[in-house]
C-alpha cells in the first residue's frame, strides 16, 4: 500500500482506528494531525468517538486560523501547531495514551529503548516533558521546549506520549515501537533484569547489509507460489493483530516445491501486506524490483541444510522477548502442548543468526524447533507455513503463561517422567 497516496483525512482515520483497535488508546482520546504542503493542518476532532471516526469527522485548520469541518478540532491543537512551527522537518504528530506508556508516565520513567536493537533506531532519543492540564498553554510550553530540543519523541507526566515525525506512518512507527518497549520491560522485570545493548550494538544491527542477490525477472506464476502468497499475507495480518511482531519488523518465508521460497520484504507496513509485496527467491536470486528481509541468506541457509522445514518465522512477541532479553531461561516443560510443539530451544548470543548463519541455521533439528536471540528475535522452524505460525502461537502464550503464573505463586514444571509420556505417546522419541 502507498500510504503516502491516501488523502490526510484518510491516513488519520486509518491510523487512528489502528491505535483504538490495538487498545492503544479510549473512545475519547488521543489526536492526530498531518501538516499539509499547503501549510493546512489535518486534525482529528475533538470529543467524537475514536472507535468509529470517518474522513468526514476530519478537520482541517488553514494558515489564517480559519477551519474547516463538522467538528471542532483536538483541544490539543495548540501542542500540534506549536510542534510545526518549532520544528518545520516534521509534518505529522501522534499523541495517544496506551496502558504500558501511562504507567511509565506516571512513575516518571522512560522506557528502554536498548533492549532491542531496532527500538532506538525508530524512537531516537525520548524526552519527558513536565506535567500541565491537557491543552493548556503550558503543557504546549513543556512539550514545545522538548521538540525544539531535537527530541521527535516526547513522554508526557501523567499522561502519555507525543511523536512527530516526517509523515504519519513514521510518527506512528515511533509511537508503536516505544509502546512495544514499555510492554517489554514491564514483562521482562518479571522475570528477571533486562539487559541493554551497547551502541556498539545497535550500530551492528543498523548497519547490517541487505543481502547481495542477483535479480530475476519473473516470467508466470504457478497456482502454488499464488496460494502462498495469500496464505503468507493472511498470517502475517493475523500475527500483527496478535501483536507478535510491529509495523516493519517480523520475517515469514515459507519454501514452494520448485526449491524456491517466498519471504516477507523489508520495510513495508506488515498491517496491510499485499500478495504482490512477498518477495520470491529462486537459485539465490530475489524478485527484480523488489527488497526481501535482511535474513534472507539465513532462510535461505534454513532450506538448504534442512528437507523437513518449510517454513521459518523471524519475530519479536514481548512475552517470549522478556526471557530473552533478560537471559532468563524459558523451559517448555509447561503443559502437554507446549512441550510438544516447542520440545528443547536453543539460546544464541545476541546477533548469531546475523554473524554465524551457517551455525544457527544448523542449529535446528526436530528437538531444537526453536531458538532464541538474546535481546533480538526468535527463530521458529516448520514443516509448514501454518505449522510454523502454530508453533509461534504456542511460544508466545507459553511465555505469557510463565508471566502470569509467577504473580499468583510458584511454577510447577511437567516432571522428566511425564515428559517420558508424552514423548512416547506422541512419538516424539
Given amino acids: 500500500m502507498r500510504f503516502d497516496l491516501l488523502h490526510p483525512a484518510d491516513q488519520i482515520v486509518m491510523l487512528m482506528d489502528r491505535i483504538y483497535s490495538y487498545g492503544m488508546t479510549t473512545t475519547s482520546g488521543g489526536n492526530l494531525s498531518i501538516l499539509d504542503s499547503n501549510g493546512d493542518i489535518w486534525i482529528s476532532p475533538s470529543g467524537i468517538d475514536k472507535g468509529s471516526l ?14 474547516e469541518g463538522i467538528h471542532k478540532p483536538s483541544v490539543e491543537l495548540p501542542i500540534h501547531r506549536n510542534i510545526y512551527k518549532l520544528r518545520p522537518d516534521l509534518r505529522a504528530v501522534v499523541h495517544a495514551h496506551p496502558p504500558a506508556l501511562v504507567a511509565f508516565s506516571l512513575v516518571r520513567k522512560i522506557p528502554n529503548t536498548h533492549m532491542i536493537a531496532n527500538a532506538k533506531l525508530v524512537c531516537g532519543n525520548v524526552a519527558m516533558a513536565k506535567y500541565d492540564v491537557p491543552g493548556s498553554e503550558q503543557l504546549g510550553a513543556n512539550i514545545a521546549e522538548k521538540f525544539a530540543e531535537g527530541y521527535n519523541t516526547v513522554m508526557m507526566e501523567n499522561h502519555g506520549v507525543i511523536c512527530g515525525a516526517k509523515d504519519l506512518f513514521r510518527a506512528f512507527m515511533a509511537f508503536e515501537t516505544l509502546d512495544f518497549c ?56 493475523r500475527a500483527y493483530d496478535q501483536r507478535l511482531f510491529n509495523s516493519t519488523q517480523g520475517t515469514f518465508s515459507m519454501r514452494l516445491s520448485d526449491g524456491s521460497f517466498l519471504i516477507t520484504p523489508y520495510m513495508v507496513d506488515r498491517k496491510y501486506l499485499e500478495p504482490n509485496d512477498i518477495v520470491r527467491i529462486k537459485n539465490g536470486m530475489c524478485e527484480a524490483n523488489k527488497r526481501p528481509s535482511r535474513s534472507a541468506l539465513l532462510h535461505q541457509k534454513v532450506y538448504e541444510l534442512h528437507p523437513e522445514i518449510n517454513s521459518l518465522i523471524i519475530a519479536h512477541p514481548p512475552a517470549i522477548m522478556a526471557f530473552a532479553v533478560t537471559g532468563a531461561e524459558f523451559d517448555s516443560r509447561l503443559i502437554p502442548e507446549s512441550y510438544i510443539m516447542l ?42 507455513l501454518l505449522n510454523a505460525f502454530d508453533r509461534l502461537e504456542v511460544l508466545e502464550y507459553s511465555a505469557a503463561s510463565i508471566l502470569s503464573a509467577r504473580d499468583i505463586g510458584p511454577v510447577s514444571m511437567i516432571t522428566p517422567e511425564e515428559v517420558d509420556a508424552i514423548e512416547v505417546a506422541f512419538n516424539l522419541k
Fill in 343 to 384: 520440545r528443547d530451544i536453543k539460546r544464541l548470543p545476541f546477533a548469531a543468526s546475523t554473524l554465524d548463519i551457517e551455525g544457527t541455521a544448523k542449529g535446528f533439528s526436530a528437538k531444537t524447533p526453536v531458538q532464541i536471540v538474546d535481546n533480538q528475535c526468535v527463530l521458529v522452524a516448520g514443516s509448514s
Fill in 182 to 237: 514499555g510492554r517489554l520491560e514491564i514483562k521482562a522485570n518479571k522475570v528477571g533484569t533486562p539487559r541493554s545493548l551497547t551502541d556498539e550494538q545497535i550500530n551492528m544491527d543498523s548497519t547490517k547489509a541487505h543481502p547481495p542477490l542477483d535479480a530475476y525477472i519473473p516470467h508466470s506464476v504457478s497456482s502454488e507460489e499464488c496460494a502462498g502468497r495469500r496464505d503468507m499475507c493472511t498470517l502475517i495480518h
Fill in 54 to 67: 470517518t474522513r468526514q469527522d476530519i478537520v482541517v485548520v488553514h494558515p489564517d486560523g480559519s477551519m
